[in-house]
């Protein structure tokens, strides 16, 4: 397992733009798929994006595709989320996962990764 750290939520207005980070203190990082998913109260985890560890595919859930964008640097052992036209229904917990070498048909499921972070709140107003 790999220790995750999540940051950069914060409280946006609808149409707004945030950026989270994902940052692993492992020097294979490049070697891991990351993953990201949210929660919000009252509902059940679901997959937002992820990256394969080779970073050459990528996965976006349709309900941020278009406005989500996945990407990594590896030299800063950081994945990164870009969200831009944030809706007030994209206002949840967001959790970044890890899995070593995953390789996917279709989208990720919180299954496939075995590290996870602790969460960055993500609060989208109207």
Do not use: H
Not at 81 to 86: E, I, V
């Amino acid at each position: 397992q790999v220790e995750l750290v999540e940051s950069g939520g914060g409280l946006v207005q609808a149409g707004g733009s945030l950026t989270l980070s994902c940052t692993a203190a492992v020097r294979t990082f490049s070697d891991y798929s990351v993953g990201w998913f949210r929660q919000a109260p009252g509902k059940e985890r679901e997959f937002v994006s992820a990256i394969i560890w080779s970073g050459i595919r990528t996965y976006y859930a349709d309900s941020v595709k278009g406005r989500f964008t996945i990407s990594r640097d590896i030299a800063k052992n950081t994945v990164y989320l870009q969200m831009n036209s944030l809706k007030p229904e994209d206002t949840a917990l967001y959790y970044c996962a890890a899995d070593l070498y995953g390789r996917y048909r279709d989208n990720p499921s919180a299954r496939d990764f075995e590290s996870w972070g602790q969460g960055t709140q993500v609060t989208v107003s109207s």
